[in-house]
């Protein structure tokens, strides 16, 4: 098999294969077998006449379109290892010869990986958050662990106010018509908590257990469901029960009881370096995202659109994956938000580009720095995975190996490591 390659515009590449005249002789009788087994010739069990006598029956064209299904794949396959080009969508394939006794000779026309011209991607500056832990944002931490920790007392008599736990009963009409999901028995609600459209927990503050009452709103304009947007609603809510968090004293005797600690003291210091280091992740995570989006825009790249419709088509794949966990599909989500799928595509479309872009330019540093992941890197991702999912590392390894994924973990590994130097190596102004 030889193969040569012709650089074209927008990301294109000719591919001249030929394959010798003997491979192709081969699956011309690989051809040649697969149609007699379909072919009635008198005498002959079917799959069982000579090859004189079926080339008598067997229309000759019809060999050799079979003969190019079974050569072309590979041939194609080969050459695209030998010359290294990496192709992002289906080759349209040209025939230049097809003939007894000579090599079969085709074109393929493919998309490429583009090519990326890289500007400055490390040393790059950023700004920092400067997030300093103060003495009050301790003090909130603490009150948090308060409420976190705190007892509900039922209370009989009283008002609703915020931060109180209600249990109601409501039903919402538009236009005096109940609408689908706007009605509920025993709903538990946290006054303040933002569970509702705004306007909602507000106007259950000051009603009375037992009340019931007229609640006035509208839904917002950007809404899920656009049945509902911005449509007027009036909710009848009634207030079957009332809980009030009471919060437990902040002293040494509190603190023995949430945790590890003997002293407010203690808690206090080690909720401290729990939020340095929280703040310190934020900076680094910071760092990584400015230098990351610098190191994007400071590149150049004409990306093909097949590549931006691939990554729709995994986005899209993706999203229903997730749903079908959820007991959803895309179908349900499509007709619940009153759409096509082909106003998802294009709705997901900037994000999908964004994602391509990105990916481009990881892999342009990968090749530049000359990035590798050694076989110990691997195994100790494989075992990192092998702890969170309480399953063997070589049953992993081989599972990752059976579906042909090792070169895509790796190269997912690679990218991570790229977006953590971006960050190591920025300058923090």
Known sequence: MKATVEKLENNKVSLEVEVAAE????AVDQAFKK??????????????APRVVMERYINKEAVYDEAIEIAIPDAYGDAVEDTGIEPVAQPEVELVQVEDGKALIFKAMVVV???????????IEVKALNIEVTDEDVENELKRLQNRHAKLITI???????????????EGKIDGVPFDGGKAEDYNLEIGS????????????????GEERDVNISFPEDYGNEELSGKPVVFSVKVKSLKRKELSALDDEFVKDISEFDTLDELKKDVKENLEKAAEAREKTNSRSQALAKAIENAKVDIPVEMIDNRVDEMIENMGQRMVTQGFDLEKYLS???STEEELREKIRPDAEVSVRENLVLDAVIKAE????????????????????????EMIRKVIEAQN??????????????????????VIV
């Open 35 to 48: 149609i007699s087994k379909k072919v009635n010739i008198p005498g002959f069990r079917k799959g069982k």
């Open 156 to 170: 009989e008599e009283g008002i609703v106010e915020k931060g109180d736990m209600t249990v109601i009963d409501f």
């Open 194 to 209: 933002g569970a509702f459209i705004p306007g909602f927990e507000e106007s259950v503050v000051g009603m009375a257990v």
């Open 405 to 426: 994924q090792i070169e895509a973990m790796k190269l997912n590994m690679l990218r991570e490591r790229v977006i953590e130097v971006l960050g190591e190596k920025a």
């Open 336 to 338: 619940y938000t009153n």
């Open 23 to 26: 491979k192709f002789s081969e």
């Open 370 to 393: 000359n990035m590798v992941v050694s076989e110990e890197e691997l195994m100790e991702e494989i075992t990192r995975m092998s702890v969170e999912m309480k399953q063997d590392p």
């Open 113 to 123: 990986k583009p090519e990326v011209e890289l500007g400055q991607y490390f040393d």
